[in-house]
């Protein structure tokens, strides 16, 4: 990982290998809730681990469930934006069988499902 975020926008890097690589932006209503949700959903991920977090930033290491390869997940909260951002992104090769875009999709299925945080 070269950059944590844009420091043009302050977002995310752009996905430059599109076949393991997957970046997306969920369109919230409350950023801190759905921040704190956030944390809470990627604790609860099987074999995966914050590696780094901030108040708006997480930095988690996934391990895939077949190969066990370590693939990088970072979530951002942009205020200014109203949006919480995903990336996830494979450290190794040039396909990942869709499994960045499955993780990506159930993160957000649980980011806009479960109840918040009180």
């Known amino acids: ?47 995966t681990v914050i590696v780094e977090q901030t108040d708006f930033y997480i930095h988690a290491e996934a391990k895939t469930k077949w190969r066990r390869y370590t693939d990088d997940l970072l979530i951002k909260a942009i205020p200014e934006k109203g949006i919480i951002q995903v990336r996830s992104e494979s450290r190794v090769g040039i396909g990942d069988n869709g499994v960045n875009k499955k993780r990506v999709d159930e993160f957000s299925y649980r980011l806009m499902t479960e109840p918040d945080i009180s």
């Open 1 to 47: 990982m070269t950059n944590k975020a844009n420091a043009q926008t302050n977002e995310l890097p752009e996905c430059v290998v599109t076949t393991h690589c997957v970046r997306e932006d969920f369109k919230v209503t409350s950023l801190e809730n759905s921040f704190k949700k956030a944390i809470r959903i990627v604790s609860e991920t099987p074999r």
